[in-house]
């Protein structure tokens, strides 16, 4: 026979996902649930907490314990770097993101800090330049209302980006377009890039700063971005709250047999 606290999670998530409590909905508080004859505090508690592990619901201070949305962001892969979006209109890489989701947005849900920084071992990887040097860090936190969705933080060369509005900490894209775009008019234009993805356990500043439920993991990106001729104009690394994205990728599938046939034949 289970345990009462486990019956009580089992009958609390077959109502969430029957409608009964609907995303965005505050379950009833502890208290409320003990007056009505469910168990004592602590057999409420322990079922909050297991529907929390399974990622039904989130807990937090002031706010109770929220059912959990169940359509994350679908976060776009190749497509939302669409030279389209950014260099001819204004849909930055985030906001093509809310398109695709069918989600609303703000330009100013995305806010920054630019900092020149030393660059560490993992940096300085990226961008191509020696452990130490002096690189701009251009870090953002975006939010989809109040909720934090990711932080992003891109790493650029002095010699790229001085003097742009790149640089500049007013909160929203870099103006028109974005990074991208701005790069795009300084004579960098993007021309391919490398991305690599990994979940991990989130530190406890993430926590805090994405807001993250007991439990939820983190994906953590890193992009190169790079010019035809094969030079780094940036370096990203992006930390996503796991559960409020779904990843997704649309691309040929390569066929190197034939492309080297084909260079043999020219």
Do not use: C
Not at 99 to 121: I, L, P
Not at 195 to 206: G, I, M, N, S, Y
């Amino acid at each position: 026979m289970a345990p009462k606290w486990r019956e009580l999670a089992d009958r609390v998530a077959e109502q969430i996902r029957n409608g009964d409590y609907a995303p965005g909905a505050q379950l009833p508080q502890i208290r409320e649930l003990v007056e009505a004859g469910e168990g004592s505090k602590a057999t409420v508690h322990q079922a909050y907490k297991a529907l929390e592990a399974e990622g039904l619901v989130t807990s937090t201070r002031g706010h109770g314990t929220i059912v959990r949305p169940r359509s994350a962001l679908k976060r776009l892969g190749i497509t939302r770097y669409d030279k389209v979006k950014w260099r001819d209109s204004d849909e930055v890489a985030f906001i093509a993101d809310r398109v695709a989701s069918g989600r609303a947005y703000d330009r100013n849900e995305q806010t920054q800090t630019v900092n020149r920084v030393a660059a560490d071992t993992m940096i300085a990887e990226g961008l191509g330049v020696p452990v130490g040097s002096p690189v701009y860090a251009r870090a953002r936190l975006v939010k989809e209302g109040t909720q934090p969705t990711h932080t992003l933080t891109s790493y650029y060369r002095p010699e790229h980006v001085e003097g742009t509005r790149i640089v500049d900490p007013t909160p929203g894209p870099a103006g028109r377009g974005g990074g991208y775009r701005v790069l795009y008019d300084a004579g960098y234009e993007i021309d391919h890039m490398k991305e690599a993805l990994f979940a991990r356990v989130p530190t406890a500043d993430e926590v805090k700063l994405l807001q993250l439920p007991t439990g939820e993991p983190v994906v953590e990106l890193h992009r190169t971005t790079y010019t035809a001729d094969g030079t780094v104009v940036e370096f990203a690394v992006g930390i996503h709250a796991a559960s409020r994205f779904a990843w997704e990728y649309e691309f040929e599938v390569p066929d190197s047999a034939r492309d080297k046939a084909k260079e043999g034949s020219a």
